[in-house]
């Protein structure tokens, strides 16, 4: 009798991961992963990705994807090709579906006031992940969770200024701005270039957007080279972009990190390679592993609980002796 009972919860145990292992599960494009718990009340989570440009980009989606399964949350995922319009799709969508919680990562900070109402007005709570928006109604999202990319520019321009403090002439510098209108572009501009104001001597000879991808960078770092008679620093807002333009710097048969310093933002693991062999001189981290305190905060959204408006995470900045040290154990 006892062993009947017990053998037919365990059937019933089988059964279950049997037909949790059917869900579907996709990396990129839309697609839900851990699909089997769907059935069983879990928590669903629309979330809408920014795309695949950098190094940062793909440990971020993988933090999301590993972190909502280890949390048993419904994932839905969608890659927007860093395209607005196909963000605001991936968000109705998420709407019509009934999603418990609609998490985002905006690829620009304007915009996004329409599509945020009518999540509103469908009850499905909505958190910021890693870029802001620029609306000035905050009740348009429960949480903001990420970096203070004005502080990552402003490191970035700290640096700089002891680095060539004994400077006497004038120190050009050529920048890569990130995608255009988005808060991290935005932001390491604005901060590093209130940190840079402070001494004329450092100038801004040309800047240009790369779109935070390697192949832009190359491209628009190429262009720079032809057009400036003197290079003396280049500023990129993320490593993708510096890897980059290490490559256009070279084939112009000069030295990076020597020739032209170079200072970047995000300490992925190929930029920290670069700052190890040289290439680099400067990294400013920030943090793309926000999938645990975003399934944190979505498991509390959805029960209703408050949460606080702001959570930004921890980093540092590396020079090449930390980041040999670093990079045995770096994760992305
Ligand atoms: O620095 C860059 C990525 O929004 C912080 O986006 C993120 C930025 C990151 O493409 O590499």
Redesign the pocket.
Known sequence: MFTKKWAAATAAVVGALLLSSCGTSSSGGSGSTNGGASGGGAITLGFAQ??A?????TA?TKSIQESAKTAGIDLKFSDAQQKQENQIKAIRSYIQQKVKVIAF?PVVESGWETVLKEAKTANIPVILT??AIDSPDKTLYKSFL??D?VKEGQKAGQWLTKEFASATGDVNIVELQ??TG???ANDRKKGFGDVIAADPKFKVVASQTGD??RAKGKEVMEAFLKSQSKIDVLYA????MALGAIEAIEGAGKVPGKDIKIVS??A?HDGMQALADGKINYIVE?N?LLGPQLMDLVKKVAAGQEVPARIETEETEFDQAKAKTALPQRQY
């Open positions: 920014v795309g440009e950098s190094g940062w980009r971020n990562s890693d870029r990420g970096s990319f990130g995608t988005s808060a991290p935070f991808t807002h993320n490593d993708d933002i995000d992925v920030c793309p």
